[in-house]
């Protein structure tokens, strides 16, 4: 197999686009037992551009892995043993990919840590959580912090977990949105949820967005929800036709 070449290459050249190509082209084929190396390369290289390359090659082989938190202790030490800020941030984030128990309890403690650069790297990680298990974590945050970068980066990762990831069941769906329109507080905020609820498959999405008709907060929004629970209605009257 010309992998182990493809990735000793990508870590030990000096040209930047080179190392990057290299590590594109493994990001299909790579598997659990590059790693390490990826690992190595993460923690060593010198250009962040090959350095964020191998990172999103970590993120693909723990994405296809049936035990993703298998992964966790491994990124954790490697996490542990280095005190470069930009390896760790993405560490951080590989780690939320892996998921489990283990990188819950790191995650959870740099999100409410004073390190910011952590606390967006923890977000980050929460963004990409395999499963719904740690969304509580990231409401509680955005519910208790103070308006500012911190709570908008926390609300839209909230956002784009609910609407990236098509593996969230039809049972957990409306729970974990009601969790979320409450948390929206600026007009923009408001209008994400509300576009969202437009596209949703049951009826659920109407009460939310009866919600932003009747308490949005600018005119904007209460006309963008009605228009959306319009939407919403003939989609839905739609599909029970075509069953």
Not at 76 to 94: A, D, K, N, Y
Not at 113 to 135: C, N, V
Not at 173 to 183: I, M, Q, S, V
């Amino acid at each position: 197999s010309a992998l182990p070449h493809l990735i000793d290459f990508a870590s030990s050249t000096t040209e930047a686009k080179l190392g990057v190509a290299a590590l594109e082209a493994t990001e299909k084929m790579a598997t659990p037992d590059d790693l390490e190396q990826l690992l190595d390369i993460v923690s060593d290289a010198q250009q962040g551009d090959v350095r964020r390359a191998a990172v999103r090659t970590l993120k693909a082989v723990i994405k296809k892995a049936p035990d993703k938190s298998s992964f966790a202790a491994r990124i954790i030490s490697s996490f542990r043993s280095t005190t470069e800020g930009e390896v760790r941030e993405q560490l951080l984030q590989i780690l939320g990919t892996a998921g489990g128990s283990r990188a819950a309890e790191l995650i959870s403690t740099h999100l409410n840590g004073s390190d910011m650069k952590l606390q967006l790297a923890a977000i980050a990680g929460l963004r990409e959580w395999p499963d719904t298990g740690q969304f509580k974590t990231l409401s509680t945050f955005v519910e208790n912090e103070e308006q500012g970068t911190m709570r908008k980066q926390g609300f839209s990762a909230m956002i784009q977990f609910l609407t990236e990831r098509p593996d969230i069941s039809g049972d957990d769906l409306p729970l974990l949105w009601d969790d979320t329109a409450p948390l929206a507080l600026s007009e923009s905020e408001q209008i994400r949820v509300v576009n969202a609820m437009s596209k949703q498959k049951g009826d659920w999405a109407l009460k939310i967005l009866d919600h932003f008709m009747q308490r949005g907060l600018t005119d904007r929004v209460t006309a963008r929800a009605e228009d959306g629970k319009e939407i919403l209605k003939k989609r839905l009257a739609a599909g029970s036709n075509d069953e």
